[in-house]
């Protein structure tokens, strides 16, 4: 038996290391040997802490420090018995440990994953139901933030509100992997196989040209409003949408534009701005604009772009309709030579001088996007954008 520290690099995002005890074994003579013995890929592992960093420059690591600065993760001390060697009396150690709303919505979104068929693990949705349901019994989880934040989750206004049909391919995981539990009535049970339909059944569709331009056409007199507000700032401004992404990944040819899924945004635009000092104040005054709309809240985080000659700052804006992510909005003073903007096709413009941002730009956005959304099936579709844009653009 071996101490030491394992290290995973398979899981994209992350960096993991594990603490514990690994067993060795070595053959000897007087053992009876077993023919055709099962062959030991890797030692056994007894696992004792398992340390999960997202990697720099990562939406995963934007959205940890998204989370942090807006109270949705909290770090507790938490006091833990140790008991030293030789064995003596146990002494209590403190540790910072995530809150329980933390563990919450992580089991919640291993659900999600399961039920759109990107988990690599769907083997262990037995236990993913049961740690669901003790969280949800646990006395310290706070049931109002906990209904909130799984109605964040799926996109919907109330989740205890809401009936959705019984997604078959869930049905199909839960008779695979967890016969158990297709019957069960318990309430809990049932709140996470309700959350796995929502998710399966808003598989995100290919992006459509013709559903784009109609967003585009519904929204134009409210963006040119929000323009207005700040017309003494606003050097220019460019569409940054699903349909723009499109006309990138066409030019590439790299790229199988069928299976690029939509956003699920009706529009997203930058606004070029001169001074740094802008950003700030013109953000506030789109945020007040915005949420004057009915049902309209508004999430934004101000972020840097490390350029060939320097960086620039940006401040990004997420509009949620019944708290749904609609419309984003960037703000940047990168020069027209930093973050050139084009103009966009004869068939695509809402006027004769409607601007295409730079790929870039696209993912500079969606990284940030995707980090303010907590709706699963919006942030893993913007989040599979981004993936895509960085396999062309390995700079970015």
Same mark, same amino acid.
């Given at each position: 038996?071996?101490?030491?520290?394992s290290?995973?690099?398979s899981?994209?995002?992350?960096?993991l290391y594990r603490?514990?005890y690994?067993?060795?074994?070595?053959?000897?003579?007087?053992?009876?040997?077993?023919?055709?013995?099962?062959?030991?890929?890797?030692?056994?592992l007894m696992e004792?802490?398992?340390v999960t960093l997202?990697?720099r420059?990562?939406i995963?690591?934007v959205?940890v420090?998204?989370?942090?600065?807006?109270g949705?993760l909290?770090v507790?001390?938490?006091?833990?018995?140790?008991?030293?060697n !030789?064995p003596? +009396?146990?002494?209590? /150690?403190? @540790?910072?440990m995530?809150?329980?709303?933390?563990?919450?919505? =992580?089991?919640?979104?291993?659900l999600c994953?399961?039920?759109?068929?990107s988990s690599r693990?769907?083997?262990k949705?037995?236990?993913?139901f049961?740690?669901?349901?003790?969280i949800?019994?646990?006395?310290?989880?706070?049931q109002q933030?906990?209904?909130?934040?799984?109605?964040?989750?799926?996109?919907?206004?109330?989740i205890?509100?809401?009936?959705p049909?019984q997604?078959?391919?869930?049905t199909?995981a839960?008779a695979?992997?967890?016969?158990?539990?297709?019957?069960?009535t318990?309430?809990?049970?049932?709140?996470a196989?309700?959350?796995?339909?929502?998710?399966?059944?808003?598989? !995100?569709?290919? +992006?459509?040209?013709r /559903?784009? @331009?109609?967003?585009?056409?519904?929204l134009?007199?409210?963006? =040119?409003?929000?323009?207005?507000?700040?017309?003494?700032y606003?050097?220019s401004?460019?569409?940054?949408?699903?349909?723009v992404l499109?006309?990138?990944?066409?030019a590439?040819?790299y790229?199988?534009?069928?299976?690029?899924?939509?956003?699920?945004?009706a529009s997203?635009v930058?606004?070029?701005?001169t001074?740094y000092?802008?950003?700030t104040?013109?953000g506030?005054?789109?945020?007040?604009?915005?949420?004057?709309?009915?049902?309209?809240?508004v999430?934004?985080?101000q972020?840097?772009?490390?350029?060939?000659?320097?960086?620039?700052?940006e401040c990004?804006?997420v509009?949620f309709?019944n708290?749904r992510?609609?419309?984003?909005i960037t @703000?940047?003073?990168?020069?027209?030579e930093e973050?050139?903007f084009?103009?966009a096709?004869?068939?695509q413009r809402?006027?004769?001088d409607?601007?295409?941002?730079?790929?870039?730009?696209?993912?500079?956005?969606?990284?940030?996007v995707?980090?303010?959304?907590?709706?699963?099936?919006?942030?893993t579709a913007?989040?599979?954008?981004y993936?895509?844009?960085?396999?062309?653009?390995?700079d970015i």
């Open positions: 038996m071996i101490p030491g520290i290290f995973n690099d899981i994209q995002p992350f960096k603490l514990g690994t067993w060795h074994a070595a053959a000897t003579t007087d053992l009876d040997v077993v023919e055709d013995p099962p062959k030991i890929e890797r030692p056994v004792l802490i398992d997202p990697r420059n990562t995963e690591a959205a420090w998204e989370q942090l600065e807006a949705i909290g507790t001390p938490v006091s833990v018995a140790v008991q030293p !030789p003596a +009396i146990l002494a209590a /150690v403190s @540790l910072p995530p809150g329980i709303f933390y563990h919450l919505v =992580e089991i919640s979104t291993m994953e399961i039920a759109d068929g693990h769907p083997d949705l037995p236990k993913r049961d740690r669901f349901k003790k949800m019994e646990m006395p310290e989880l706070d933030r906990a209904t909130a934040g799984l109605s964040a989750l799926v996109g919907v206004p109330n205890t509100q809401v009936q049909g997604n078959g391919q869930v199909n839960i695979t992997y967890a016969s158990a539990y297709l019957s069960s318990d309430s809990n049970i049932l709140l196989r309700k959350i796995m339909d929502i998710v399966a059944n808003r598989q !995100p569709a290919p +992006i459509d040209p /559903v784009v @331009l109609q967003e585009r056409a519904k134009s007199d409210f963006l =040119e409003s929000l323009a207005q507000t700040a017309a003494g606003i050097v401004a460019a569409y940054s949408d699903d349909l499109l006309e990138f990944f066409n590439s040819k790229i199988r534009t069928d299976l690029v899924k939509t956003s699920g945004l997203c930058a606004f070029r701005v001074r000092a802008d950003l104040e013109i506030r005054a789109l945020q007040e604009q915005l949420q004057s709309q009915e049902s309209v809240t999430r934004s985080r972020h840097n772009t490390v350029r060939p000659h320097g960086i620039t700052s990004t804006l509009a309709v708290g992510a609609d419309i984003c @703000l940047t003073n990168a020069t027209l973050a050139p084009h103009l096709p004869v068939g809402t006027s004769k409607t601007m295409y941002c730079a790929p870039a730009e696209l993912a500079s956005q969606r990284k940030v995707a980090a303010l959304i907590d709706d699963y099936s919006v942030r913007i989040a599979n954008q993936e895509i844009l960085k396999e062309l653009l390995p």
